[in-house]
């Protein structure tokens, strides 16, 4: 019974995230409005992440079937259990990436973390601002804003940071 539910929940959790981007109300990493543009993860990368779900899940259910067969000498719930934990570990990366966003008004910048409460950051608060590469070394680099209050926000750089750059329009306050 044991193997049944880890099978059933490596197969179903790929199902939830596919079904979560489908449902998701943003079908472009930009979304331009009247009085504010808002930025957000692209759908893409969300779906390379349901990709990986599902392609882990197909292992797990086939290494699951291996060692019930007797190619492996563990028992199935083993690797079952691995691959629900690696999956379940993935959507909620997925969740959490999904809800970051950044929306640009005329005098001010909201930034809505993957964890915690949403940050609001005038223009002419801003004391500094700084482009650092991520700590993984990528090729794209985040914003850092801070305000003369101390509040402060980061912009990742896998949304479009030299729109909300130019949006922000403080360059004599970037540091390189």
Not at 151 to 161: E, P, Q, T
Request: net charge negative; aromatic share 10%; hydrophobic share 50%.
């Amino acid at each position: 019974m044991d193997v049944l539910v880890l099978a059933l929940t490596v197969s179903v959790l790929p199902v939830l995230a596919f079904v979560a981007d489908r449902v998701a109300s943003m079908n472009l990493s930009e979304r331009h409005h009247f009085h504010h543009d808002t930025y957000s993860i692209s759908m893409v990368v969300l779906g390379t992440i349901g990709a990986v779900m599902a392609f882990m899940g197909v292992l797990g259910l086939l290494t699951g079937w291996l060692c019930h067969l007797g190619v492996f000498a563990a028992d199935p719930r083993v690797p079952l259990a691995f691959f629900t934990a690696f999956q379940l570990t993935l959507l909620v990366m997925r969740q959490a990436v999904g809800r970051y966003q950044v929306m640009t008004y005329d005098d001010r910048l909201l930034v809505r973390p993957a964890f915690g409460p949403t940050q609001e950051l005038a223009y002419d608060d801003i004391s500094r601002m700084q482009l650092r590469e991520p700590w993984w070394g990528g090729s794209v680099r985040d914003l850092f804003v801070e305000t003369r209050d101390g509040g402060s926000a980061k912009v990742w750089g896998l949304i479009d940071v030299d729109q909300i750059l130019v949006r922000i329009d403080h360059f004599d306050l970037l540091e390189a």
